[in-house]
Structures are given as C-alpha cells and as structure tokens.
C-alpha cells in the first residue's frame, strides 16, 4: 500500500494531540468532582452555589503540571473538552442593544412630535420585521413630517462639526447607523468585561452578526435575578483621582510590617506551613489553599504575595500576576489591612492585564476620594464625542468633547490636577489613567498613552458610554437547572453507549473480520471528534452528542461501501489482495461525494442556525472529516496489515447472516415509478392538509413566548394543569408531560411583545400562583431539596417575537442554501442537469414528508414541536438522504463509462441493485442509533429523532424511486434516441 507511513504518522500524530487535549478534560472532572465532594453534606445534598463558589476561587490558581508546564483551572476550562449548558445547567442569554434611545440621545432628547411620532411608529414596527431600525424610522418620519428634514432635529450644538442645518437626509442617516454600530460594539465590551468578571467559569460572550444582538452563556449560574441585573444594568463612567504612592509611604511601610511579620510567625510553626498551605491534601483529598480560597477558616494566605505593597514597586505602581488577585482583594477586605491604610483612599484594578515575560500583569490603582460623600471628581454623562485620532507624533491618541457644564468642570478638575493622573473608572475599572500635563480650557482634550489603534479606538467607545445611552433587553433566555443537566448527561452518555454496542455487536455478525476493522474506525472517529472538540475549544451539547450518535450510524457507511465493492471483486474471481485494491479504489468516488455533500449541510447549518443547531453543525462537520480518514485511510492500514500472508490470509468479509442473497436482486423499479410518485403525493398532501386545518405544533423559538420545565415531587395530569393557567393566562398556554409524568413543559405567548423584567416576573408568578392553586403544591426555588407536596422550576426560556422571526427567517435560509449547493455540487460532479433537478426532487420531497409525517402523528396524539432542532434534523435528512442518492448516481456513472449510454433504463436499474445491500445495510445501522435516540435520548431530542426516523426510511425510499426515476424521465430524449436506435424488443420486466 502506497503512502502508509505518512497515513500511520497522520494518525499518530492526531491521537497525540487529542491525548493531550482531552487531558485536560481528565484534569478538569477531578477539580470538579472535588468541588461536589466539597459542596457536599452529612446527607448527600450539593449545595451548586458553594460548588461553583469553590471552582470560581481556584480560577486562577496552577492546578495541572504537564512536563514542567503549568496550567490554571481557567487555561484548563479554556482547553477543555466543556460541557453545554443543556448538560451542566446554566443560563443562556440574548441581549438586545436599544437603539431608540440612541437616536433619541443624538437629537438632544427633541420634543419635536413628529420625532417622538415616528420613533414610537419605527419601535412598534421592529417588533415584528426584520428591516434596519434606521431603515424603519426613516419611513415613519417621512409619512409623518412630510417634507421637513432631519437636520432639523439633529443640528445641535452637542453634534456641531457633524451635522449641520444643510447635512442631507442620507448623510444624518449614515451617521445614525454608525452611532448604533458603535453603541453595540460599546455595549458588547462593556459585557465583555461584566462576564469576565461574573465569577463563573469558562464564561461566553460573541455578537450575532447583521443584528444588533449580543449572546451570552454563562455555565453553572443559577441566580438569575443577579445576571439579569448585571448585563442590563446602565454604565457607569466616572473620573477619579490617582492616589501616589509616595503620597501615603508610612502607611504602606506599616501594611508592609504586619505582613512580613504574620508570615515569619508562620514559617516558625505557629501555624500552618507554607508547604502544607501550597499542596499537601488533607483527609477530605482537598489541599488547604484549595479549602480557604474556597472560603473556609484555616490559615492565611498573605504567605503567598506578602509583602503586598512592595516598596520596589513604588515607581511603576501596584503591578500584580493575575493569579494572584482573588488573594490580594481578600486581603484588602480584612479589617485588620484596613485599619493600617488612609481612610480616604480605595483600590481598583485596570481592566485589561497587560503581558510581559510570558505573565499577565495587572495594575492596582489607589484612588482618592472624599468618604464621606463617595464622589467621583466628575460622570462620565458631560461627554457629548470621543473618537479615536493621532497625536502629534502620529501615534493613536483619543480625543474627547465635553458639553459646556462638563468643560467648565473639567478646566477646574485639571488645573487642579496638573502632574497628576486621573483614572477613567467604567464599572469600578480603570481603563486608562493619563497624566494632566496643564490646564484645559475648553471641552476638548486629547488623551495620549502608549494606544494601539484597537485600543484608542475601544477607549473612544468606552468614552461615548456616558453621552449615548444605549441599554440593553434581554429578547431572549434560556435557565437550565444543574438536576435538568445531570438528567441530559445522563440520556445523553445512554445513548451514545447504546448505539455504539448494537451498531458494533451487527458488524461483527455481518462481516466477520471485517466487521472489526469497521469498527476500529468507528472507535478512532469518535476519539477523533472528542479530541478535536476539545483542540477547538468548543462545547459538547445535547444535540452534539446526537450528531455523534448519528455518525456512529453513518460513519459505517464508508465501509460498508467498502467491503461490499470487495465481495463484489471476489465473486468476480479477483484474489483477496486484489479485491481489496478494487474495493477501496471503486469506493472512493461515492465516499468522497457521499461526505462533501453532507459536509455542505453541516457547513450551511453553522453558518445560518443558532443556538444548539450551531452545536449539532460542528460535531456533523468534524465527524464527517474525521470518519473519512479512520474509514478510508486507517481501515486500509489496518487490513493491509491483516493480509500481510497475501491472497492466503485469513481474513473474511463474509459471514453466514449475510450470505449473497442482496447480491443477486434484480427488481425493476423504474416500472413501479408511477406508483410511487402517487404514494407519495397522497401521502404529502394528506400530512399537509392536516397541517393546514389542525396547525402544526410549533415551539416558542418560531412563535416567541415563554416556557417553564416543572418537576412536582408526585404525578400530576397535563390537562387538569392547563384547565387550571387557562384563567391565568386567557387560554394562550399549553401544558404537556416532558419525559416523565411529574415532569412538565408549561408554554404560553403572554406578554410574548414584552421584554422587560416586570412581564418576566409577571408572567413567571402567574405559572407558579396558577399551578399551586390547582395542585395544592407549594413553590420552591430548590428542585435539589424538594419535599413532599412541592415543585420547582427546573428551566426556562423565553424568545421575543422579533428573535423567533430571525430564527424562522434564518431556518429558511438555511434550508435554500443547502439545497441549492447540493444541486451546484451535483452537476459539477456529474456534469448533467438532470442528476442535480433530480437529486432536488427527491430533497423536497423528503423534507415535506417529513413535515406531513409530524403533521399525522399529531392528528393521532403524539405531537412533536417545530423548532430549531427540528429545523437541524431536517437538514440531516437531506444530507443522509443526497448521501444515499449519491451511491445510485455514482454507480449509475460508472456503468456509463464501462458500457456506454445503450439501454439508459437497463444500467438506472443495474445500478439500484448492485447498491442495494449497501443501501439497506446503512440504512438499518442507522436506524439502530436513530431509535436509540428515540427510546433514550430524552424529550429535548425527542421531536429531532422522530424526524430522523422518518427521514432515514424515507430517504432511502427516495433514492430509489424518486430521485433515480425522476432523471429518467427527465432524460426522455436520451431514452427516445436509445429506443429509436435499437430492434430489439423491450426486456420483459423481472419481480423478485
């Protein structure tokens, strides 16, 4: 075999790679078993808050020794394989950056009416469009003012040198559009820096592109209320004066004594050691440095930076490794370090830490201020413009413009501050703290530093926080309890599990040996996908783990192509060497369309979807990727190997449960066409007239609303609830069982066009007052310490209107870019239109027997929701079911090639059934994975394996008589030329 050193390095070079990255997987679950042990008591109960409090307090702490590297518990959940937030609880949420109030703020609050008019027209109107806010407002003040300009209202003296009286319509509208750009991008670095922060780890953060939107995941949070307040809480920027160290040096001298001094009685023995504090493990297996940055009482640690205000560092200020600061802000709290400090002085951190010799150093300021009052020298609110420039040496600077009352303040606060420096303060943060080189006049002043450009421009934004008010709503939220996660790991790892046995104990039987190699390769793909998982930093979810237990199923597919094509050679007469060449060579043409075509699905669901369908796109991608190489590649190694003895190996494809029984059909399906085209028409029409007359159930990711998982600790009866929250909420609410009859799913579109935390809370106390009146059952905010006769609320999520109308919008687009590359990918590959219209065909046909199959089943009482994830399972069918079309048309094409374009109907034919044990065989092994995932997988991922089942049969149906009879009578030309050619008579038509 040719190139088997390169693919043996290739090989040992991943796994080494994936060895090393999930590593720090291995690492990370013993911290975090280490924590439930903590956060455990005397009866078994885990307390999550002392749990996460526990992790969040060794963030920054060297926890993993690799060859003489050392890693914090934060670069380790960096590198990690993480968790979702559907596996380990948390909360998930989406804000949305206001940008009424930024036009508002830059016309200077007007009170023109025809202003207020068409903002409230514009706010009203993007609550169900799609359109920009600028483009909106614009029409609203058109049809309202008529012919009046917008310099009219924007011409103030606060954007004098941007708009004037004689600045046109598009120029100020422009100028809009940047300021909401700007204001995003302000708001999503401020955020940035509030997640950074929260105290929770391996925190995310990213824009929605296109949208003025801003997502966040925060693992392991549980107090909502909190992260509420924190991300739509408004900026607060202030300038404050730098203390000088030189100011107050006797009292450092003494913060600097007591240190020294209560670490020398240490290191003699009157308490701990600094060797026991570093690493020794107690009986619980927790070191004491672990125990007290988790909060207990046991030895100090001001051993492990004293002294704290190095006297040497007097010049370059408070310069600290960012490990360390948990310890030191433990410190300053003490009331002991208090006492020693001046009263009027107060310490923050510079937000960003800056890197020299390979550590992250930050910066800790000492801040004058009067007690008494607590008063910053001026708010940030006197700012009116900031933006990013050069200085006079043409490096970045900032320059700044103040409102009169502002200029008047700030030439009083520098004239009295010349050669000092004044910090500028956002959230209790420094960003900057220039030196006042004199006074300054007016209201514009330049701010110059060693920027670069990113820089200047991020302190500009930060800048404009306190001129432009631009708050934040949260359009949507999804809370998912830790004892919800735990039940979602669970059904998760049972399916995985499942699925790979049964798919491993029918290889073995069907193919004998071969079976083994098949699933060697099945077992290097799925470390494989782990193990890249982990390198790209991304995090396994639900649907993830259902995206690796469909390609358990769909990775055999390859061999299975494979070790057929080799039979297929041996009862031909080739030697067992030979048939094996043959095989991987003939197969590799269909493998490689087969996979491109599903990557493309993968490829296009990443792109458009959100959310868990994003999760699902990338284990797709990554498996397709990685079971192309362990199935082509690494099997091939592996079987040279295991013929080594030449055509005498033993090695055997064959086993007596597969026989060659699917090797000597020879049915005509094109005669059946006809046939199948009125089954399945009759079928489609009568799912979607269903549809049309009874609705489809979709859920509140296309609707918008709120929903409520609720576990009761005994059974409860779904329609005995809803008859109950009817009056609540005037009938728009649904209740149905979620996986268990104690558990259940409360939707409802009330307040679904109210955003604010009052609806939230109204809402929320309207499910909780509704469901205790009709079952006698108390509330509790604890689902982990339930009594007897209580519920809690275990998850919840909650979509805007305008969000669900993204997501139909972006579902769409998803669903019409994929077809369209496929029907692109197909003719470039089989160079006749009529392959890809028939390909096409076959797609929209499965997917609208999918969606008539859901439509039926809820006629007939099981009803399955119309979401994201389903959204995601179709996009799965197509590729599965353009995979298997793509088998018949490469079979198709090299039957053309060996015997030319005689007898077109003939060679169609030929080509379904030499495929037909390939297509049934991937097909069933799939099918196995796609019901394990039914039975087990859990009520999230209940409506996405339904629709795969579905999808699977009617996949493989399709493939044979849709797509493959659709190009033959799209090819009539072809065949009434073939039929006009030939004196031979019509072959008589042969059933099996």
């Not at 859901?854 to 994201?868: K, P, V, W, Y």
Request: charged residues 20%; glycine residues 8%; proline residues 2%.
């Amino acid at each position: 075999m040719r190139n088997q050193g390169v693919i043996v390095f290739l090989t040992v070079v991943i796994t080494a790679l994936c060895l090393y990255y999930l590593s720090f997987t291995f690492v990370s679950n013993n911290i975090q078993q280490r924590a439930v042990e903590y956060a455990t008591d005397a009866q078994g109960n885990v307390d999550f808050a002392r749990q996460q409090a526990y992790l969040d307090s060794i963030y920054r702490e060297p926890v993993y020794n690799f060859l003489g590297a050392k890693f914090t518990y934060k670069e380790i959940k960096e590198t990690e394989l993480g968790l979702g937030l559907d596996l380990q609880g948390g909360m998930h949420v989406t804000l949305e950056v206001s940008p009424v109030e930024i036009v508002r703020g830059l016309s200077g609050n007007s009170k023109d009416v025809n202003f207020n008019a068409a903002l409230e027209q514009a706010t009203e109107a993007a609550k169900t469009s799609n359109e920009k806010f600028v483009n909106l407002f614009y029409s609203a003040w058109n049809q309202r003012a008529g012919n009046q300009k917008l310099s009219s209202i924007f011409a103030t003296a606060a954007n004098r040198g941007r708009i004037s009286l004689e600045s046109s319509d598009s120029d100020i509208l422009s100028l809009i559009d940047t300021e909401i750009e700007n204001a995003i991008e302000r708001s999503f670095n401020i955020l940035r820096t509030r997640v950074d922060r929260f105290g929770t780890s391996q925190p995310n953060i990213q824009r929605i592109q296109g949208t003025g939107r801003i997502q966040i995941e925060l693992p392991g949070v549980s107090n909502a209320e909190r992260v509420r307040n924190l991300l739509q809480g408004v900026a607060k920027l202030q300038f404050w004066q730098v203390a000088e160290l030189n100011e107050f040096l006797p009292e450092l001298e003494a913060v600097n004594s007591f240190l020294v001094a209560e670490a020398q009685q240490q290191k003699a023995g009157e308490t701990a050691s600094t060797e026991e504090v570093e690493g020794e493990e107690g009986e619980d297996g927790l070191t004491d440095l672990e125990r007290q940055l988790a909060g207990e009482d046991v030895d100090d640690l001001s051993t492990q930076v004293s002294p704290l205000f190095s006297l040497t560092r007097s010049n370059q200020g408070l310069v600290y490794e960012m490990r360390d600061t948990v310890t030191i802000n433990r410190i300053l709290a003490r009331e002991d370090v208090k006492t020693l400090l001046p009263r009027n002085v107060k310490f923050l951190w510079s937000v960003k830490p800056q890197v020299a010799e390979g550590m992250e150093l930050l910066e800790l300021f000492a801040i004058s201020y009067n007690r008494s009052s607590d008063q910053a020298l001026m708010d940030g609110d006197v700012i009116t413009d900031a933006r990013q420039t050069l200085d006079q040496s043409s490096r970045p600077a900032v320059s700044m413009q103040m409102n009169a009352d502002g200029a008047r303040r700030w030439r009083k606060v520098t004239s009295e501050s010349i050669g000092k420096r004044i910090a500028v303060v956002l959230d209790d943060y420094v960003y900057t703290a220039p030196v006042v080189q004199s006074e300054i006049p007016s209201g514009q002043s330049e701010i110059t530093g060693n920027f670069t450009l990113e820089e200047a421009k991020d302190l500009a934004n930060i800048l404009k926080s306190g001129s432009l008010p631009a708050p934040t709503k949260i359009v949507e939220e999804a809370i998912i309890g830790p004892t919800l996660g735990k039940e979602a790991q669970k059904q998760g790892v049972v399916s995985m599990v499942a699925g790979l046995v049964l798919v491993v104990l029918f290889m073995v039987a069907y193919y004998a040996k071969g079976g083994l190699v098949a699933i060697a390769a099945l077992v290097f793909n799925i470390f494989f996908i782990l193990g890249i998982l982990a390198q790209l930093g991304a995090a396994l979810t639900l649907p993830g783990i259902a995206g690796i237990v469909l390609t358990i199923g769909m990775s055999i597919d390859a061999n299975v192509l494979i070790f057929e094509r080799i039979k297929e050679e041996l009862r031909n007469g080739a030697g067992l060497l030979a048939a094996i060449n043959e095989g991987y060579n003939k197969a590799f043409s269909a493998i490689l369309d087969s996979n491109v075509t599903t990557f493309l699905t993968g490829a296009i669901l990443y792109a458009l979807g959100q959310g868990p369908v994003k999760g699902f796109a990338i284990v797709l991608m990554i498996g397709i990727a990685s079971s192309f190489f362990s199935a082509v590649f690494i099997t091939r190694v592996i079987v040279h190997w295991m013929t080594k003895k030449g055509d005498k190996s033993n090695v055997s494809f064959v086993t007596p449960l597969a026989g060659d029984r699917l090797s000597k059909l020879n049915i005509d399906f094109l005669s059946k066409r006809r046939v199948a085209y009125l089954i399945s028409t009759g079928i489609i029409i009568v799912g979607l007239a269903l549809a049309a007359i009874n609705g489809l159930k979709f859920g509140v990711d296309f609707t918008g609303g709120r929903s409520y998982i609720v576990e009761f600790t005994g059974p409860v009866v779904s329609s005995e609830l809803k008859v109950g929250l009817d009056e609540q909420f005037e009938g728009s609410v649904e209740v149905k069982s979620y996986g268990a009859n104690n558990i259940m799913k409360v939707t409802t579109s009330y307040l679904v066009n109210e955003d604010d935390d009052a609806s939230n809370a109204e809402v929320e106390k309207r499910v909780i007052e509704g469901l205790a009146t009709v079952t006698g059952y108390t509330f509790t905010t604890d689902a982990t310490r339930m009594a007897d006769n209580q519920f809690a609320i275990t998850g919840s999520s909650k979509v805007g209107a305008t969000v669900a109308d993204d997501i139909k919008k972006s579902s769409a687009e998803a669903m019409f870019f994929a077809l369209v590359a496929i029907f692109l990918y197909i003719l470039l590959r089989f160079r006749k239109w009529q392959f890809s219209l028939g390909s096409i065909v076959a797609l929209v046909h499965d997917v609208l027997f999918v969606i008539a199959a859901f439509s039926i089943a809820s006629t007939l009482g099981a009803t399955f929701e119309i979401d994201q994830v389903f959204i995601a399972a179709v996009l799965t069918v197509v590729g599965y079911s353009i995979n298997d079309t793509v088998i018949v048309f490469d079979r198709i094409r090299e039957n053309i090639e060996n015997r030319g374009t005689s007898k077109l109907v003939k060679m169609f034919n030929d080509a379904i059934n030499q495929t037909m044990a390939r297509t049934l065989i991937t097909s069933f092994t799939t099918l196995i994975v796609v019901l394990v995932l039914l039975i087990f997988g859990g009520e999230v991922l209940r409506g996405f394996s339904f629709a795969l089942l579905i999808g699977v049969l009617v996949g493989t149906y399709s493939s044979i008589y849709i797509a493959t009879p659709v190009v033959v009578d799209l090819m009539k030309r072809e065949l009434a030329a073939e039929a006009n050619a030939s004196t031979e008579p019509s072959p008589a038509k042969k059933t099996v």
